[in-house]
């Protein structure tokens, strides 16, 4: 589709940032995304540079029938923008603290570790993901697991206060449970289907300090470090969340020399209490097998991404998951024979990584994020070319088979990925009751269904 010069020469005086088509020197840049697995062509794309800009966006893609893409790090970019209007939030990035409140406000494009130094300058802590350049508003939209705080205060879907959101007819609405409670219901949890979020506001917590790190051991002693880390997570209280994960990091530069080019366990480690309780907790996981590496103590929240320590350069990434249900001896067994050092396997990690705790608990304020009662969520992801979706499924899949007894047929929100954009696919992530009410929003705020490059919840009848 060409639009219309005359059409376009309005947008780019409406808007404050950058309008551009196909062609323009800067398109490419405006465009990228950090998942480099597929590409985008929108026909324009703007650079948001307020809410106004948003606003503008908008309408002309209303006026002209076009769909409307929405990025803000393009972590979750799962679904082309081809033939869309792409907004471009980066430039919303800016975050108020209210000390006394206990909150912070975040723009639409903040970064997790920019929240983090903010709110640690108050003494406090958000319920932060395991990436620390994960767009904060993106995060909490799809349910906001935290691997650090999630079982102590739950979801961070649960803590959001309020929210700033421009809808498809191009107005900006303040919501929150009281005003508008239907839509500020299904944006958390219901993503990007319902407008374009330009500010949350959410709970932070009096946390500066936690103990945590990672253990990596040789493939060798997977099988007694995941009985070790079976035996932890059986018992552990509110305050821990562990997590495992078999890595196969390729023998390049930028991986630490003790993990490049072979098989290790990483056990990840988050504990918020002290240094003391920490130790000992972790003490039965030290004893199971000789540590590679030992990074577990006391650490500044503010350092909390080198416990998982993601991959923070855009690269094609390729992912799959699914809920468990519980992850017993017999789970460890298959997941050993499926993933584990003696299996030559072009996947680079399969995490188990624990939930429960208050992240089982109903919220005070309802959401749209449910099954709460997953004791685990496997998560399985590799890199390779751009447009090898196809080529990498079968491995991926390997893994979630080889463990489907033990899963719930459901998916985490925020772990939806690009093999879940079928209708079926994301409806599986709700209950069926959830996932109806959430397309009578949609029919009642989108019917045309504008925002529906995503993980698309279509308009109810």
């Known amino acids: 589709m060409t639009i219309d010069a005359t059409d376009l020469a309005k947008l780019t005086a409406e808007v404050v940032g950058p309008v551009l088509i196909p062609g323009d020197e800067r398109y490419a840049a405006e465009v990228a995304t950090w998942n480099l697995s597929l590409s985008h062509q929108p026909v324009v794309a703007v650079g948001a540079t307020c809410v106004s800009d948003v606003q503008a966006a908008i309408r002309f893609a209303s006026a002209h029938a076009l ?30 603290v209210d000390a006394a409140a206990r909150t912070a406000t975040v723009g639409a494009a903040v970064e997790m570790q920019s929240l983090i130094h903010a709110a640690a300058e108050e003494g406090l802590a958000p319920l932060a993901g395991s990436s620390p350049n994960v767009g904060v508003v993106g995060f909490v939209l799809g349910g906001g697991l935290s691997p650090m705080l999630g079982r102590l205060h739950g979801y961070a879907a649960d803590h959001v206060v309020s929210a700033e959101v421009v809808t498809p007819d191009g107005e900006l609405r303040t919501i929150d449970a009281v005003t508008e409670p ?43 470090v995941l009985d070790a880390y079976r035996h932890l997570v059986a018992g552990a209280p509110d305050e821990l969340t562990a997590s495992i994960a078999f890595l196969r990091l390729p023998p390049l530069p930028f991986v630490p020399e003790p993990l490049r080019g072979r098989f290790t366990v990483h056990v990840r480690i988050a504990y918020a209490g002290s240094t003391q309780e920490g130790e000992r907790l972790v003490a039965p996981l030290r004893a199971a097998a000789p540590a590679l590496i030992d990074a577990v103590g006391p650490m500044p929240f503010t350092t909390v991404a080198a416990i998982h320590a993601d991959p923070v350069d855009p690269m094609p990434a390729y992912e799959t998951s699914a809920e468990l249900a519980d992850f017993p001896a017999e789970a460890a067994a298959a997941l050993l024979a499926a993933a584990g050092p003696d299996v030559t396997l072009p996947v680079l990690m399969v995490e188990i990584r624990q939930l429960g705790g208050a992240l089982a608990r109903e919220p ?8 709460r009662n997953a004791g685990f969520n496997l998560f399985v992801a590799t890199v390779a070319e751009p447009g090898m979706k196809d080529a990498v499924r079968m491995p991926l899949q390997t893994v979630t088979h080889a463990l489907g007894p033990w899963t719930t047929g459901h998916k985490l929100i925020n772990f939806l990925t690009g093999y879940d954009v079928t209708p079926e696919a994301v409806a599986a992530a709700y209950p069926l009751a959830t996932f109806e009410r959430l397309q009578q929003v949609k029919a009642a705020y989108d019917p045309a269904n504008m925002f529906r490059i995503n993980h698309n919840i279509a308009p109810g009848h």
């Open 182 to 224: 239907d839509l500020f219901w299904a944006i958390r949890g219901g993503k990007g289907n319902f407008g374009v979020v330009t500010a949350l506001t959410i709970n932070l917590f009096p946390v500066t300090e936690i103990y945590g790190g990672g253990l990596f051991f040789t493939g060798e002693h997977a099988a007694a």
């Open 364 to 371: 005070r304020v309802p959401s749209a994020v449910e099954h």
């Open 67 to 96: 769909p409307v893409a929405v990025v803000a790090t393009g972590h979750g970019a799962f679904v082309s923008a081809d033939g869309a209007v792409l907004i471009n939030v980066r430039r919303m990035d800016a975050v108020t």
